[in-house]
């Protein structure tokens, strides 16, 4: 048992954003041995229901998965709507973005943790699931991403 905030301490996945996703993927592909990861675009606004600072968004992004045993690593290349991403890589470039937990109850977490002074900054949906990314900057020196399953 846990008194994580987040009902884990399990890192599920670490985000990386990047200019080109497929250079990433090579690269880490060449350095693991394995071959380069396909990647795929994010469903667009009216399936995802993407919201980026409390509004809708109609930002999506490129996203290659890597298994790196038990914590997954995906890279990211957004297109040049408003996100996270695209905030992300203009400010600071390429680069870790977030570490993602697996949560039940993802509302009740994030209230939990805007009460703590860490406020939502994106969310969205994906066939399976959602996702919130946390704005735990200033506290952890990285987002936080919420991934919540259906069961």
């Given at each position: 048992m846990t008194n994580s905030k987040l009902g884990t301490n399990a890192v599920a996945q670490i985000g990386v954003v990047v200019h080109d996703i497929e250079t990433a993927s090579r690269a880490y592909?060449?350095?693991?041995?394995?071959?380069?990861p396909a990647w795929f675009w994010t469903d667009a606004a009216?399936?995802?229901?993407?919201?980026?600072?409390?509004?809708?968004?109609?930002?999506?992004?490129?996203?290659?998965?890597?298994?790196?045993?038990?914590?997954q690593l995906e890279l990211?290349?957004?297109?040049?709507?408003?996100?996270t991403w695209r905030d992300h890589l203009n400010a600071r470039g390429e680069g870790v973005h977030h570490l993602a937990f697996v949560?039940?109850?993802?509302?009740?977490?994030?209230?939990?943790?805007?009460?703590?002074?860490?406020?939502?900054?994106?969310?969205?949906?994906?066939?399976?699931?959602?996702?919130a990314y946390m704005d735990s900057s200033r506290a952890l020196k990285v987002l936080l991403e919420l991934l919540e399953n259906d069961r």
């Open positions: 592909a060449e350095l693991l041995g394995i071959e380069p009216d399936k995802a229901k993407t919201e980026y600072g409390g509004a809708p968004s109609e930002a999506r992004a490129k996203l290659a998965f890597i298994d790196l045993g038990p914590v990211i290349e957004p297109d040049g709507h408003p996100s949560v039940e109850k993802m509302k009740d977490k994030i209230d939990a943790l805007e009460k703590h002074g860490i406020p939502l900054q994106q969310k969205g949906e994906y066939t399976g699931g959602r996702y």
